[in-house]
């Protein structure tokens, strides 16, 4: 039974799903492997669907995906401990189809695709963990499941299985995760009749609201809350840097700190009565551009959440795994018509278009980022608290004139970070954005 494969894909995500559908649509012998029961039991996201990256392999997938609602709002909050600063950007042009973004519920959606994944001719086995690769010296020659006999050959592997990577890491292909450049989230799903979510969040029937937010939420840690609007639920969660939490002395928990955004006075409310009928934990790669690892070599591939693709600032990450997705399968189909067999040096085509795409454009842009954060507690603490009392002091009508107040703002200011600290703070955050 040494049954042999095109292509091998680890992994039934966004990123392995992309692949897989990719290489079977262009005719190749495919096997998917995921180890969940199905392909979402597994998977946990937030979660908004970027439209641009699926619509390149389905463009019409506006027909039956599970999507909840399009997003027309995109709201940015500074938070304090009772209150919070923001900027709320709503569009009617994003009220107009073909829509740009949406919420969806990742266990629906990531079995609508493996659907189409199977359609286009791709061979699905779940239950079913890849335990190791299968190499013949430098070169990977296919899979070892845990199944009996679970030894399956393939010209390629792609590894599309999510941010532990333990594959790769087995191999060698790269080091240890490193709890710097990795975030730990937790999210609920809170049930709510459809009528009430529209009318707290200002909505109609099938449009959205995402919330971003950071703040002393967090308590010093790098990290962000998030609170998005599904069409019967709201997804509410945050997640700081694993390291954080390990250093952090008051040993404060995920589950905490999401008690505590929910308990927020500006949050309450939205989600007040909310039922709560899933929970769920998960690490992001959030390293960047620096924390990505060899993603090519000979016979085989990462793509996805396994190669760190993630951009923690912009909270993308499917779409960066069905780009690498894509463009990995891309990759192999073009070796194939060419008749070029599927060595390190034909797959560095894939690194290739991988950097000419906004993957890594985007991911080298902010390249600083994850260090400036990581040595810059205040941004999360300081910052925050300062702003507030900023917008306080001057939306309080209290006889006092303006420039006074203007004054006590600055003061404030200076007196929590000094010249100094304000002028490297401005530094370290063009850096970062820069
Ligand atoms: P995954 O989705 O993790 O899929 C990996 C798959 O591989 C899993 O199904 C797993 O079961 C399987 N697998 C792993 N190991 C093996 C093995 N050895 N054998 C067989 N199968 C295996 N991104 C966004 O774009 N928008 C958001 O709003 C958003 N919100 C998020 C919120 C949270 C709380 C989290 C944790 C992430 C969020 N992300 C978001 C990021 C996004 O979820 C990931 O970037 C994306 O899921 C990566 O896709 P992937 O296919 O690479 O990995």
Not at 150 to 172: C, H, P
Not at 226 to 254: E, H, Q, W
Not at 333 to 350: E, M
Request: net charge neutral; aromatic share 8%.
């Amino acid at each position: 039974s040494q049954e042999k494969f095109d292509a091998i894909v680890v992994g039934a995500g966004p990123s392995g799903n992309t692949a897989a559908y990719t290489l079977a649509k262009a005719g190749l012998k495919v096997l998917q492997i995921e180890r969940g029961e199905y392909p979402g039991s597994k998977n946990v996201q937030g979660a908004i669907l970027y439209a641009d990256a699926l619509e390149r392999v389905i463009p019409d997938f506006r027909d039956d995906a599970p999507l909840e609602r399009h997003v027309i709002e995109q709201r940015v909050w500074v938070l304090d401990d009772n209150s919070f600063v923001g900027t709320h950007y709503r569009s009617d042009d994003y009220n107009k189809p073909p829509y740009n973004r949406y919420t969806i519920i990742r266990a629906q959606f990531d079995k609508w695709f493996s659907s189409k994944v199977r359609e286009a001719g791709a061979l699905l086995i779940c239950e079913t963990t890849v335990e190791e690769l299968l190499m013949d010296g430098e070169r990977c020659i296919g899979v070892r499941c845990d199944r009996k006999g679970g030894e399956v050959y393939a010209d390629v592997v792609i590894l599309a299985d999510g941010v532990n990577s333990t594959l790769a890491r087995k191999a060698g292909f790269h080091g240890e995760l490193k709890g710097e450049n990795v975030a730990l989230a937790v999210k609920e799903i809170l049930f709510l009749p459809e009528e009430v979510i529209q009318q707290r969040f200002n909505i109609g029937e099938e449009e959205g609201v995402v919330i971003e937010m950071m703040g002393t939420v967090t308590e010093g840690m790098v990290g962000t809350g998030f609170l998005y609007t599904n069409k019967d639920s709201l997804t509410i969660g945050v997640g700081c840097m694993l390291s954080d939490f390990k250093k952090n002395p008051a040993r404060t928990t995920p589950y905490a700190l999401l008690d505590k955004l929910k308990r927020h006075p500006s949050i309450a409310p939205l989600i007040e009565g909310g039922e709560m009928k899933e929970y769920a934990a998960h690490l992001i790669p959030e390293g960047g551009f620096h924390a990505v690892p060899k993603v090519y070599g000979e016979g085989w591939m990462i793509v996805g959440d396994s190669g760190g693709f993630v951009n923690a600032v912009h909270r993308e990450g499917s779409n960066l795994a069905m780009t690498t997705g894509r463009l990995a399968a891309e990759t192999v189909i073009a070796a194939k018509a060419a008749g070029r067999p599927l060595t390190a040096r034909t797959l560095k085509a894939y690194k290739d278009s991988l950097d000419e795409s906004f993957v890594m454009k985007d991911l080298h842009k902010y390249r600083d980022m994850p260090q400036v954060l990581h040595d810059s507690p205040q941004f999360f603490t300081t910052y925050p608290a300062l702003v507030n009392r900023a917008a306080k002091t001057m939306f309080t009508v209290d006889g006092i004139d303006k420039k006074a107040k203007e004054r006590a703002i600055f003061g404030s200011f200076k007196a929590a970070r000094r010249w100094r600290g304000l002028l490297g703070d401005a530094v370290k955050l063009w850096r970062a954005f820069r």
